[in-house]
């Protein structure tokens, strides 16, 4: 089974495949991670990866499609994959149809994850992320709080922000969405693969939704 998640910057993306990971064993694509991986290992890509990310502009179409091409036919996803961050634009939308063909992979879902903007914002600033696991807290919410300030309840280490969770990043980021990634929703809805998931509410209700619609 292999998904797409489509979804402005904190609609849930990232804790939703955590979920649908562990419980249906998929392999986790995240174009974001991969790219932050890179950096962090001193990639020779490692320059212009950062410039984008920082100022919340998209990574070029031809680094992140090596990254995902290598990705997919690894064994790791033999029994599927969720992408998150990816495809978000349509000319990478089109490459990775090539690519599904060309390896004869069935695209499976896409699930959109519908957010307000200002909701969106709120979550962004107040978002801290375990460097370890990288799981997702939030200063403002209580259901996401951590129990100790600051500290992964798993892991014990201390919660890092990301460079680009911040207002500036935020609005080029959600501006991004709407001109390029948002498209892909039509994309995917003539192919008839398409769901809207309402992603205003909590993540155990964005879960069930989706859990509904993949075991009906
Ligand atoms: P994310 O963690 O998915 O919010 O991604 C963080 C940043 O990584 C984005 O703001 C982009 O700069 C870059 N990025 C992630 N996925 C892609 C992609 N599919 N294409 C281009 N840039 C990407």
Redesign the pocket.
């Given at each position: 089974m292999n998904i797409i998640l489509i979804a402005a910057?904190a609609a849930g993306?990232?804790t939703e495949s955590e979920r649908l990971i562990s419980e249906y064993k998929l392999a986790h694509i995240?174009?974001?991670?991969l790219?932050?991986k890179a950096i962090k290992e001193n990639s020779p890509l490692k320059d212009e990866i950062q410039s984008?990310?920082s100022s919340?502009?998209?990574?070029?179409?031809e680094i992140?499609l090596k990254l995902i091409e290598n990705k997919i036919l690894d064994k790791e996803c033999a029994n599927g994959y969720i992408l998150?961050?990816?495809?978000?634009?349509i000319a990478?939308a089109k490459k990775y149809d090539e690519m599904l063909e060309k390896n004869n992979i069935d695209p499976g879902y896409v699930f959109v994850i519908d957010i307000d903007k200002e909701k969106a914002k709120q979550r962004i600033v107040g978002r801290r992320n375990c460097p370890k696991c990288g799981r997702i807290y939030s200063t403002i919410f209580e259901q996401t709080k951590p129990k100790v300030d600051g500290i992964c309840d798993s892991c014990g280490v201390e919660l890092i922000k990301r460079a680009?969770d911040n207002e500036s990043a935020f609005e080029n980021?959600y501006q991004?969405y709407l001109n390029e990634t948002a498209p892909l929703i039509d994309f995917y809805a003539k192919k008839g693969i398409l769901y809207h998931i309402d992603g205003n509410t909590d993540k155990n209700y964005t879960h069930k939704q989706i859990k509904d619609i993949l075991e009906k």
């Open positions: 910057p993306k990232g995240s174009t974001g991670d790219l932050r984008a990310i919340g502009k998209l990574v070029s179409d992140i998150d961050g990816f495809p978000r634009n990478q680009d980021r991004i």
